[in-house]
């Protein structure tokens, strides 16, 4: 399953708390195609759904459905505030590259 840092859990709080979401809210992160490598990642704030993978870490909890789970395997959800670009970030041993904004991917061949 997927690993939460310390600074992603700080920013999915924020972010929980700003949109005034339920407490069984989390960040649902879903695989689907597209993007400019082939896999692209789709992150939400929701309740968990029937079948979900969940992983709680530093008091929050990511959902990842059946589809995806083979696709984020290992991976490690993290939080970036650079100067030109901040947001969640995804390491993902599974991919064979990543595409430069960090949101779609190319899977290891099978």
Known sequence: ????????????????????????????????KGGCAGMQYVMQIEAPAEGDAIRTDHGVSVFVDATSLDYLRECQLDYEDALNDAGFRIRNPNAARSCGCGTSFEPLAA
Do not use: F
């Open 1 to 32: 399953m997927i690993s939460i840092t310390e600074a992603a859990a700080s920013h999915l709080k924020d972010l929980i708390a700003a949109k005034n979401a339920p407490a069984d809210h989390g960040l649902r992160i879903r695989v689907e």
